[in-house]
């Protein structure tokens, strides 16, 4: 709201300062006029490119797989595509074409059907989100926002409720938890550490970049270590259940 509020009210100065120069050139309110049309050119291809992203999405109702009997919906869907979506465009790539389109759908899907296969093996070992852990989590989330309605209102725009959003927080927790126990990650050594540091110290290099200490970079780099071993185990993971699973892909 804020961001169509200031899309108008710089299109309304730039026709106020052009209506105040009459026939006269004006430098000032040239360069007024051309950030309106620059800031009115980008909004319209904002809009343009949401609508293009809002035709890959699916009827929500519809059942999109089904993985051992359970039903994945085209809500489930379209939430996981507007976050892979917006991840290609965080790269600079364009997730309207042909071919991003279509790696974005398989991508969506094989992430919904590795997620419903763990969330599934969670249940069966009887991993469970604790009533009191929701609530701990909500208020952080909560936290994010300044007041109550800015919250409800960025809810609102999800397409969620508080219904739908606690359930997406207890199975947050239940994968965190099947995942801290069942698929460790183990330490992580000084080796791979030194080896990481040692790649990115040459490419800082070759770009004539100052590259700060490895004490300095040494937490980042071990986290980051960390997040990579465990995907490659959850993927693992994933392919190991995929063995034994009834997988039904519908669109």
Same mark, same amino acid.
């Given at each position: 709201?804020?961001? @169509? %509020?200031? @899309?108008? %009210?710089?299109?309304?100065?730039? #026709?106020?300062?052009?209506?105040?120069?009459?026939? &006269?050139?004006?430098?000032?309110?040239?360069?007024?006029?051309?950030?309106?049309?620059?800031? $009115?050119?980008?909004?319209?291809?904002?809009?343009?490119?949401?609508?293009?992203? +809002?035709?890959?999405? #699916?009827?929500?109702?519809?059942?999109?797989?089904?993985?051992?009997?359970?039903? @994945?919906?085209?809500?489930? =869907?379209?939430?996981?595509?507007?976050?892979?979506?917006?991840? %290609?465009?965080?790269?600079?790539?364009?997730?309207?074409?042909?071919?991003?389109?279509?790696?974005?759908?398989?991508? $969506?899907?094989?992430?919904?059907?590795?997620?419903?296969?763990?969330?599934?093996?969670?249940?069966?070992?009887? =991993?469970?989100? /604790? &009533?009191?852990? @929701?609530?701990?989590?909500?208020?952080?989330?909560?936290?994010?926002?300044?007041?109550? &309605?800015?919250?409800?209102?960025?809810?609102?725009?999800?397409?969620?409720?508080?219904? /739908?959003?606690?359930?997406?927080?207890?199975?947050?927790?239940?994968?965190?938890?099947?995942?801290?126990?069942? #698929?460790?990650?183990? +330490?992580?050594?000084?080796? &791979?550490?030194?080896?990481?540091?040692?790649?990115?110290?040459?490419?800082?290099?070759?770009?004539?970049?100052?590259?700060?200490?490895?004490? +300095?970079?040494?937490?980042?780099?071990?986290? /980051?270590?960390?997040?990579?071993?465990?995907?490659?185990?959850?993927?693992?993971?994933?392919?190991?259940?995929?063995?034994?699973?009834?997988?039904?892909?519908?669109?």
């Amino acid at each position: 709201m804020k961001k @169509i %509020m200031s @899309i108008l %009210m710089t299109s309304f100065l730039a #026709v106020v300062l052009a209506a105040c120069g009459g026939n &006269e050139e004006s430098k000032e309110a040239d360069q007024e006029n051309k950030a309106a049309t620059a800031e $009115t050119d980008q909004q319209k291809q904002m809009e343009d490119m949401q609508k293009k992203l +809002e035709k890959q999405q #699916v009827d929500e109702k519809k059942t999109v797989a089904v993985v051992n009997d359970e039903e @994945i919906l085209g809500s489930q =869907y379209n939430n996981a595509l507007a976050s892979s979506q917006g991840q %290609m465009q965080q790269m600079g790539q364009d997730p309207t074409s042909k071919e991003a389109a279509e790696q974005i759908k398989t991508q $969506t899907i094989d992430s919904l059907v590795g997620q419903t296969l763990l969330l599934q093996e969670a249940d069966e070992k009887g =991993y469970q989100a /604790s &009533e009191s852990d @929701i609530n701990k989590k909500l208020d952080e989330v909560k936290g994010q926002f300044k007041t109550e &309605e800015e919250f409800k209102a960025a809810l609102k725009e999800s397409g969620m409720d508080m219904k /739908s959003l606690k359930a997406q927080v207890a199975q947050d927790i239940q994968l965190q938890q099947y995942v801290e126990k069942e #698929v460790p990650v183990g +330490e992580i050594t000084d080796e &791979e550490i030194q080896k990481t540091y040692d790649q990115f110290a040459e490419q800082g290099k070759a770009a004539n970049q100052e590259v700060p200490k490895l004490e +300095e970079m040494k937490p980042q780099i071990e986290q /980051s270590l960390q997040q990579q071993k465990q995907q490659e185990q959850l993927v693992q993971q994933v392919e190991k259940l995929k063995e034994s699973a009834k997988i039904d892909i519908k669109i």
